[in-house]
């Protein structure tokens, strides 16, 4: 599968952005999709993931409250939305996605995801 993640831009604090992920290759509903960003000179870290069907999803205590993860499998889409958006949320953000089975349970963990999309750029000015 291939992911094209597309949204970011430049938002003030406080605001707000959504982040798309599309898929091509293979439908999307064989994967749980994962959002990840990078900062500046620090490691990858784990946003929010959504399972195969979209009914589980987890994330970060960093976005927790703030963020919203889902998915649309019939346009093989998944999505972040990101509201009371901080400076500290600046970074690329990634999404991924993982071969899995249906009741696998979620991972945080970036080295279990098989597929990267290439990066959009979110900057937020305080």
């Known amino acids: 599968v291939q992911l094209q993640a597309s949204g970011g831009g430049l938002v003030q604090a406080g605001g707000s952005l959504r982040l798309s992920c599309a898929a091509s290759g293979r439908t999307l509903r064989e994967y749980s999709v994962g959002w990840f960003r990078q900062a500046p000179g620090k490691e990858r870290e784990f946003v929010a993931a959504?399972?195969?069907?979209?009914?589980?999803?987890m994330y970060s205590e960093s976005v927790k409250g703030r963020f919203t993860i889902s998915r649309d499998n019939a346009k093989n889409t998944g999505y972040l939305r990101m509201d009371s958006l901080k400076s500290e949320d600046t970074a690329v953000y990634y999404c991924?996605?993982?071969?899995?089975?249906?009741?696998?349970?979620?991972?945080?963990?970036?080295?279990?995801?098989?597929?990267w999309g290439q990066g959009t750029l979110v900057t937020v000015s305080s």
């Open positions: 991924a996605a993982r071969r899995i089975i249906m009741t696998a349970p979620l991972s945080g963990d970036k080295e279990d995801y098989n597929y």
């Open positions: 959504i399972s195969r069907g979209g009914g589980s999803s």
